[in-house]
């Protein structure tokens, strides 16, 4: 191993090191935040998988009602991981937390390993690092939640693709295969690394011979990627109508979904404001937009990442509803290739030979480190391990063990979950006859959460069991 080649590798195991220390801040916390609800919903079912089945095919979920818990969604293999986790290291939130970071830091080693088939010099250490410096990747990275296994999955998928048809391997289109399928169990549309992967066949592996393209080892690897995934939404459908909990969206009526659609949000957020504010962050923003400028073209190899982003976008339309909302975490898998192009125009400024596109490259590179903080911090509440526990033990004092209740949740999940029991939820201004029809469904306690008092919606059918400055705990005593 030459000295440069160590340096670089010592670079690369910094940048990893600082990236997983970063992300120390925290790491215990249960859900909270900016999407509370989808961690909570996350967690729920890997504790379902430690406390209740390890059947992978039957997830659960805590908004159950009075059913079993059964209900259909994307691949839970987040979920499973981390309930097998759970036997070992005890359940604690650090376990999701510390399994999102190291899927993270292995996304970014993917990342290295793919730019270094197409950028020079130090060019894969910068697109490592760029990536490190995205605000959402950043974000996500930490959290309970499965989307960046999508962005990990998608850069090895794509890197061994390339490495197989570069050396022939049947063994990494395996590999390849295996990961992009595993991508699109969780949500279809990973498959837009399937840009990509027909670019380079086309433009860079048989000169645009469409003849080769089509091979039947490729058409068989375009089935199997898309078959698997549609049979498991075809599942969860089925365990959805099977056992009466319709929890996920699974799809639908595609044309009622676009109708459905904020079309004025769905531009402002995907080609206005996230890509400026939170895929690049504005500092890599504008250094990408000055060396686009500056060099005014790009090599033929690099059209690949252009290919890649173009199949992410179309994604993003396709789930439009979805992307005019608060679903930013869709948006992760565009964040490899505009890397990748970010670091390519970086490392051409960085070495024009001119002193200001240096000073100014350099700027850009620190600025997009400290713009991260002050981009998400208003995305962490102070929900702590501490408060979580608590609530769980204040549960245990006074409601037994699988009691169904209905909690006061404006969301789906992070109640029922906080509260670690099974059952309903309804609004804050709840009315007493829903509170009535979900005792007669199977509640047997009612939590109420602030300072709304129960005795004024069923002064009579309920007794308060428990009365704090936050949490008020109410049996039905009615038959």
Sequence with gaps: MTSAVQKERSILAGILFLHLLSHLYGITDPPNGYHTWRESDT??????????????????????????GITGMEFPVYNY?????????????LVPRLLSVFIGISGLWGIYKLSKLYLHGKGALLAVYLTACSPL?????????????????????????????????????IFSLTLLVLAALIKPIAL????????????????????????????????????????????????????????????????QYWLNTNWVDFFKKVYRTWLFEIFLGIPISIGLIVGVLYL?????PITLFLWWVFGCYLMFFVVSDHMSNHHDYYGLMVIPPFMVLSAYYLQHLLTSGKKILSIFTMLILFSAAVYIWPRINQRYDDYSEKDFVATRKLIDKYIPKNTRVTVEDSTPAIQLY????????FPKNVDAELLLEQHREGAQYAIFFGHQSPLAI?????????????ITICKFKID
């Design 137 to 173: 990747f950043f974000f996500y990275t930490r959290k309970i939640q499965p989307d960046i296994i999508i962005l990990t999955a998608t850069v090895w998928a794509l890197y061994f693709f390339i490495k197989a048809e570069m050396q022939n391997s049947n063994k990494y289109l």
């Design 296 to 300: 005014r073209k790009i090599e033929k």
């Design 43 to 68: 967690a729920a079912v890997a504790e379902a998988f430690y406390r209740e089945s390890k059947n992978i095919f039957e997830p659960r979920t805590h908004q159950r009602k009075d059913k079993i």
């Design 458 to 470: 069923l002064r009579e059918q309920m007794d308060i069991v428990y009365h704090g400055s936050q």
């Design 418 to 425: 906080r509260v670690g029991r099974f059952g309903w939820r």
């Design 192 to 255: 837009a690394v399937g840009w990509p992967m027909i670019a380079y066949l086309f433009h860079h592996r048989f000169r645009g011979k469409l003849s080769n393209v089509v091979k039947p080892k490729y058409i068989l690897f375009l089935i199997i990627s898309v078959v698997i995934p549609l049979s498991w939404n075809i599942y969860a459908r089925y365990l959805s109508v099977k056992y009466d909990l319709q929890i996920y969206y699974l799809g639908g009526d595609q044309i």
């Design 81 to 93: 991981i981390t309930g097998l986790l759970y036997h070992v290291f005890g359940f604690r939130h």
